[in-house]
C-alpha cells in the first residue's frame, strides 16, 4: 500500500551524462516488490515524478532516473530528505516462472527490471536478459547484472540491432518473460513472444495512488489505472493502440 513518508537522500549521483542514481533510507521497514515505483515530490514541482525500484533493501531503495524535464533536472540537486510517497503500484508477479526467467528492457526501462533479477535469484530461477540502448555509452546496470549471473545480451541502435531481433535470433520467443521500455517496443515484443509475460506500462501521472483517475487506460477487461491496478500488465490484457 502507497505510504507518504520523507526518506534520508545517501546518494544522488551522476552514472551516466544524463542518469542518475538517488538512494533513499527511512527507519521503517519498507515492503517493496520489484516493478513497483516511488513518487517523488520534486521542490517547486506540484506533480509528483512516479521512478521505479532498481533494487531495495528492508530500509533502502535505490532509484535511477534519466533527465527528461524539469522535475528531474531539479531531482538531481536534491539532498538532504525527500518526500515520497513509498510502495506505488502492483509490481511483477513471479507466478510464470519455475526454472527460467526473460528480462526484456529498453533505455530506462532496464532500472526495474534488475530488481527483478535480484528477486528472480532469491528464488533460484536462471536469469536471461536482453537490453537495448541508443548507444554503447547509454550503457546501463552491466555490473549488476554480471554479479547476479545473469546471460545478459546487449543490443544497440547503433548497431542496427534491437531487443526485438534479438529474442528472435537467440530463438527465446517461448520463454516467459518480464518486460519494460519504450512503448513501441514492447508492443513489438508482445507481437513476437509466444510465451506469457507481463509489461510495465508508462504514463504521465497525477496522484499515483489511484486517487484522481488521471492515469486511467482501456484494457480488453476494461478500465485500468496504471499507477493503482499496474503498472504491470499481463500480456494479452493491453490494448496498445491506447497508449502511442
Ligand atoms: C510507473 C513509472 C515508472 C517510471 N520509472 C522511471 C525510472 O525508473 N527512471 C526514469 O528515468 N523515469 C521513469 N519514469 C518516467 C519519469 O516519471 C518521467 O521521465 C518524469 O516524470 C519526467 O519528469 P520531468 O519533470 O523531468 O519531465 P517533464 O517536463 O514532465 O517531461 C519531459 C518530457 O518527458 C515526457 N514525459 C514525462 N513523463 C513521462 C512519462 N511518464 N512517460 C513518458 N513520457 C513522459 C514529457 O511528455 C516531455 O516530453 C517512470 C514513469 C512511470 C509512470
Ligand atoms: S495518477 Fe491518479 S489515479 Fe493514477
Not at 509528483?48 to 530500509?59: F, G
Not at 532516473?65 to 539532498?79: D, F, N, Q, S, V
Amino acid at each position: 500500500m502507497p505510504v507518504q513518508e520523507c526518506l534520508q537522500v545517501i546518494e544522488n549521483v551522476r552514472i551516466k551524462e544524463d542518469v542518475f542514481r538517488l538512494v533513499l533510507s527511512g527507519q521503517r521497514h519498507f515492503f517493496l516488490k520489484c516493478g513497483q515505483f516511488v513518487n517523488v515530490k520534486v521542490p517547486g514541482k506540484a506533480l509528483r515524478r512516479p521512478i521505479s525500484v532498481t533494487s531495495y533493501t528492508d530500509h533502502t531503495v535505490t532509484l535511477t532516473y534519466r533527465i527528461a524535464g524539469e522535475g528531474t533536472k531539479r531531482l538531481t540537486e536534491c539532498t538532504g530528505e525527500l518526500d515520497v510517497i513509498n510502495e506505488c503500484g502492483n509490481g511483477f508477479s513471479f507466478d510464470l516462472f519455475d526454472r527460467d526467467i526473460l528480462l526484456i528492457g529498453g533505455g530506462i526501462g532496464t532500472a526495474p527490471l534488475v530488481a527483478c533479477a535480484e528477486e528472480a535469484v532469491k528464488r533460484g530461477l536462471k536469469v536471461h536478459a536482453v537490453f537495448g540502448f541508443r548507444d554503447r555509452s547509454q550503457t546501463l546496470f552491466e555490473e549488476e547484472m554480471q554479479k547476479l549471473g545473469a546471460d545478459l545480451h546487449y543490443v544497440y541502435d547503433e548497431d542496427g540491432e534491437n531487443t526485438v531481433t534479438k529474442v528472435r535470433d537467440l530463438g527465446w520467443q517461448d520463454m516467459n518473460f518480464l518486460c519494460c521500455g519504450p512503448t513501441v517496443m514492447m508492443r513489438a515484443v508482445d507481437e513476437l513472444m509466444t510465451g506469457e509475460g507481463e509489461f510495465s506500462l508508462e504514463t504521465r501521472m497525477g496522484c499515483g495512488f489511484g486517487g484522481c483517475m488521471g492515469c486511467s487506460l482501456k484494457l480488453k477487461s476494461g478500465m485500468a489505472r496504471i499507477c493503482k491496478e499496474g503498472p504491470v500488465f499481463r500480456k494479452g490484457e493491453i490494448l496498445w493502440e491506447n497508449l502511442l
